[in-house]
């Protein structure tokens, strides 16, 4: 299973963009797909989670409102609009792939694929 994130960029205060991350060589039709960021000097911090069958989502507090993911199951391709963002959400962008159950969904060890990230900065 490879992923490959992208769509990140330099954006002012209050703007928006849009990631994308391709999911390949999938083989399970059940899990999900989470976004993180990590910002220097910062642990990998979860922003949201889909599922590919029922889309059910789940948000950190922090971009609730703001934030929204999204799936295409027939290009296996998750997105992530990103909205009134601020400079405090400039960080790389990770994509991550298949849902261990043992463990909470925003905890980077529920994953076991993850894509190699894309940089977000937004300028103030």
């Known amino acids: 299973v490879q992923l490959q994130a992208s769509g990140g960029g330099l954006v002012q205060a209050g703007g928006s963009l849009r990631l994308s991350c391709e999911v390949s060589g999938r083989t399970f039709s059940g899990d999900g797909v989470g976004w993180f960021r990590q910002a220097p000097g910062k642990d990998r911090e979860f922003m949201a989670v889909?599922?590919?069958?029922?889309?059910?989502?789940d948000y950190a507090d922090s971009v609730k409102g703001r934030f929204t993911i999204s799936a295409d199951n027939a290009k296996d391709t998750v997105y992530l609009q990103m909205n009134s963002l601020k400079p405090e959400d400039t960080a790389v962008y990770y994509c991550a792939a298949h849902i261990i159950p043992s463990y909470s969904n925003a905890d980077p060890r529920a994953y076991n694929y993850w894509g190699q990230g894309t940089l977000v900065t937004v300028s103030s």
């Open positions: 889909i599922s590919w069958n029922g889309g059910s989502t």
